[in-house]
């Protein structure tokens, strides 16, 4: 009896430890990087804290942390990737439709594009062009992907998901009213704000977004709420156009948006990825 019950006691206790090494693998599996630019170079890091690694290689092949290290707030952030596309999903979520009603065709992901042009980096400008007087926020997960995907089933979708970072797709309500196409309404130069890190290893499909205006929370949902969750919109869009490695599917954006004006401040948070943060500015 005391043999088995000291048997007892060391596979709990071996059980208890692969539980915890388990939980610190996974852990060290979550990495954020960051694209950033100082004096004339151009590189990428991975951030721990306050300070940025430099890495060597390529980010969506091999690539290596370096010795060399910058303090963060000495750099200028740029966007988080340079993409071949820019993807966005439209009534992504329930609560974005009118009473919570979903029209059948939102059965399917509803993708449209936006130029790559129009990304913006955190801490830069939203500027509102001469013209247009109803511009609003959205709060979204934005997802970047890892390596090329044609046709990819739902169940490898997530293999070709590098990491996830926050976007703002801001809105221009007349024009996507009015115009027979949204190339303006949502592709208008800084009409893509999004970073400031990109977030590999976290659980994408259960994650706390906020968008905050001046301070006040706006918009607040997690991402378990998607119609359609990340691994079925990188499927989708890959059985109809190849993705690059680099590429940013913006995932849609939760609840009721609001007008934006001229030296507001928009904060798009994100559960283990940072804060998204932009003024707004008139155009000249």
């Not at 690539?63 to 966005?88: C, G, I």
């Not at 009534?91 to 992901?109: A, I, L, M, T």
């Not at 993708?111 to 990304?119: A, D, W």
């Not at 997960?141 to 797709?169: H, M, P, Q």
Request: with cysteine.
């Amino acid at each position: 009896m005391r043999i088995a019950s000291m048997f007892r006691n060391l596979l709990a206790t071996s059980l208890i430890l692969a539980a915890l090494a388990s939980a610190t693998a996974a852990e060290q599996k979550v990495t954020k990087f960051v694209r950033f630019q100082i004096d004339k170079t151009i590189a990428y890091g991975v951030v721990e804290g306050e300070v940025i690694y430099e890495i060597t290689g390529s980010l969506f092949g091999d690539w290596k942390r370096t010795d060399k290290t910058h303090p963060l707030a000495n750099v200028k952030l740029l966007p988080p990737t340079r993409p071949s596309k820019v993807l966005a999903m439209a009534g992504n979520y329930r609560s974005h439709h009118r009473n919570q009603v979903v029209s059948p065709k939102f059965e399917v992901p509803q993708l449209f594009l936006k130029p790559p042009s129009c990304l913006l980096p955190h801490g830069a400008a939203i500027v509102i062009p001469k013209g247009v007087t109803n511009v609003h926020h959205e709060g979204e997960l934005v997802v970047v992907i890892g390596k090329r995907a044609r046709n990819v089933s739902k169940e490898k979708a997530l293999d070709y998901v590098f990491g996830v970072t926050c976007g703002n797709d801001i809105s221009a309500r007349d024009w996507q009213k009015n115009d027979v196409q949204w190339w303006r309404a949502k592709g208008s130069d800084t009409f893509g704000p999004c970073g400031p890190f990109v977030v590999s290893g976290l659980n994408y499909g259960d994650l706390d977004l906020q968008m905050r205006v001046n301070g006040e929370v706006k918009q607040h949902q997690r991402t378990c709420d998607l119609i359609h969750n990340v691994a079925a919109i990188v499927s989708f869009a890959s059985g109809h156009m190849t993705l690059e490695p680099g590429d940013l599917i913006y995932t849609g954006t939760p609840g009721e948006t609001t007008e934006i004006k001229p030296g507001d401040v928009c904060e798009v948070e994100i559960e283990g990825v940072g804060v998204l943060r932009n003024k707004v500015v008139a155009g000249r």
